[in-house]
């Protein structure tokens, strides 16, 4: 619960100062770092794959919510 806090400031943050790219690349972090490390640990199973959606969901509604407070009244 605590990760997927910070995921979502983190995504807060991408949207409010970044466009697409980096929200992309911040997704492709946390995946190329959650599983090796449950693979290594030898924790990956379904429960696992449903916190990583958890977490990619997190991190996408941060950089939502960032991108609608970022917009100035009047832009498209």
Same mark, same amino acid.
């Given at each position: 619960? *605590?990760?997927?806090?910070?995921?979502? #400031? %983190? &995504?807060?943050? *991408? =949207? #409010?100062?970044? =466009?697409?790219? %980096? /929200?992309? $690349? %911040?997704? %492709?972090?946390?995946?190329?770092?959650?599983?090796?490390?449950? #693979? *290594?640990? &030898?924790? +990956?199973? @379904?429960?696992?794959? @449903?916190?990583? /959606? =958890?977490?990619?969901? $997190?991190?996408?509604? !941060?950089?939502? #919510?960032?991108?609608? @407070? =970022? +917009?100035?009244? !009047?832009?498209?």
């Amino acid at each position: 619960m *605590i990760i997927a806090g910070i995921l979502f #400031l %983190a &995504g807060l943050l *991408i =949207g #409010l100062s970044r =466009g697409y790219p %980096a /929200i992309i $690349a %911040a997704s %492709a972090v946390v995946t190329l770092v959650a599983f090796p490390t449950w #693979l *290594i640990r &030898g924790e +990956l199973d @379904l429960f696992r794959v @449903l916190v990583w /959606i =958890g977490y990619i969901f $997190a991190l996408q509604a !941060g950089f939502m #919510l960032g991108g609608y @407070l =970022g +917009l100035r009244e !009047g832009e498209d």
